[in-house]
């Protein structure tokens, strides 16, 4: 069970004097709260498509899950020189709590690529407490390795060794290519071929040196690999992908920590509106079973905060051929909403209030009992019981 309010206060407290005194000692407290899930209704996504009346394509979310949580419909990107309505910065700004918290880590033409400045939920998580990187979890999309960056940031107090571990169909190449070469599989010109491809990959890495797959991720792969091949045509792909890949995290990782990156209503931009409206939908049915199976797993039921929130809004303008864009830095661009749900979360209630972007991980760091130190938002606490 979760917490109420005024015992996660005095927890709270208890905790950011654990938080700070974890540079004197190696131990940290072995984490009891609860598992905090967070959905990005990712690519981007209009109010009107998703939380509205009559309007909707999720109508599992709306008419569902909203009745178990608090539903917050006029959250906002701020309109701030310099801030993007994109998805790799409406993600930072979920991860971090702050606008602005990126740097260049050598874009490429088409391809932004962007490493945190500051800390993120998972090395707030991990650095507070004893949390093993395969228990706090990023889902990727296939086609979008800049978001990889985001496993870890470059903050002079976290980093590194506080890091997620990621699954991605991406990551799950990189695994087989590196499990083909460590065991030596197939004649010399396969192998020359493996290196190639392999290399080839690995140009769009961030951190190629980093620390290889977990003991644990490598037992995920291989278990994958046994259920769908090599050959990626047996597996789902785009948001299904990252469905399934959530499901079994749950099953097989257990994360405390997980962070699900949904993004097809982005292909909308190949000019068809119907890309977007079907995504939408996509993705409620992979809310409705990640949230089934939540209800189901024993170190879920009743011990999880969900929360989903889209990375950036879309265009509305009829003038326009593309519909749904966002890179014109226009109001409905900035218009997003958020959905909160847990067993100490009020439910079937409609928060009617200005929330910002930001406020989303100081409110999951709360709810998990740390505090989410370099956030610019508030906590939401008026959210629990």
């Keep these: 069970m979760l917490i109420d309010r005024r015992t996660f206060a005095a927890g709270l407290a208890a905790t950011t004097v654990t938080a700070s005194t974890a540079t004197l000692v190696t131990a940290r407290p072995t984490y009891r709260g609860p598992n905090v899930i967070i959905v990005r209704f990712g690519g981007g996504v209009r109010r009107r498509e998703t939380v509205e009346p009559g309007t909707t394509f999720a109508p599992y979310l709306l008419n569902v899950l ?19 309505t994109s998805h790799a910065e409406g993600t930072l700004n979920i991860l971090t709590g ?9 874009s490429r033409f088409l391809a932004r690529l962007m490493e945190p400045t500051e800390p993120t939920l998972f090395e707030y998580l991990r650095r507070t407490f004893d949390v093993p990187a395969h228990q706090a979890l990023l889902i ?44 030596q ?15 080839k990959l690995e140009q769009g890495v961030y951190r190629p040196d980093g620390p290889a797959p977990s003991r644990e991720i490598s037992k995920f792969w ?41 993004q097809d209503p982005d292909y909308v931009h190949w000019g068809n509106a119907s890309h977007y409206t079907r995504a939408i939908t996509r993705i409620d049915r992979g809310l409705e079973r990640l949230v ?7 170190a879920y039921r009743n011990r999880t905060v969900l929360v989903v929130v889209p990375d950036c809004g879309r265009d509305a303008n009829p003038l326009m051929s593309v519909p749904f864009q966002h890179h014109f830095n226009s109001r409905s661009a900035h218009e997003i909403w958020a959905l909160i749900v847990g067993p100490d979360v009020t439910r079937g209630r409609i928060l009617d209030k200005a929330v910002d972007q930001t406020s989303i991980a100081a409110t999951a760091a709360a709810a998990m009992g740390f505090t989410a130190r370099r956030a610019e938002g508030r906590v939401l606490d008026e959210v629990f019981l």
């Design 222 to 262: 291989k278990h994958w690999q046994q259920r769908f091949g090599d050959s990626g045509l047996k597996n789902p792909r785009g948001d299904d992908a990252l469905t399934e890949l959530a499901v079994w995290a749950l099953r097989r990782l257990q994360p405390r920590l997980m962070m699900v990156n949904y």
């Design 66 to 84: 909203a009745k178990r949580g608090v539903l917050i419909p006029n959250v906002t990107l701020a309109q701030l020189d310099g801030v993007d």
């Design 140 to 183: 990727n999309g296939e086609d979008r390795p800049q978001e990889e960056f985001f496993s870890y940031g470059v903050h002079k107090s976290h980093g590194i060794a506080y890091r997620s571990d990621v699954l991605s169909l991406f990551r799950f190449k990189l695994w087989m290519l590196n499990d083909r070469l460590s065991n």
């Design 292 to 298: 089934s199976l939540m209800d189901t797993l024993p």
């Design 185 to 199: 599989r197939g004649t010399d010109q396969d192998i020359a071929a493996t290196r190639k491809q392999l290399h």
């Design 98 to 106: 702050r606008y602005g918290a990126y740097r260049d880590a050598g």
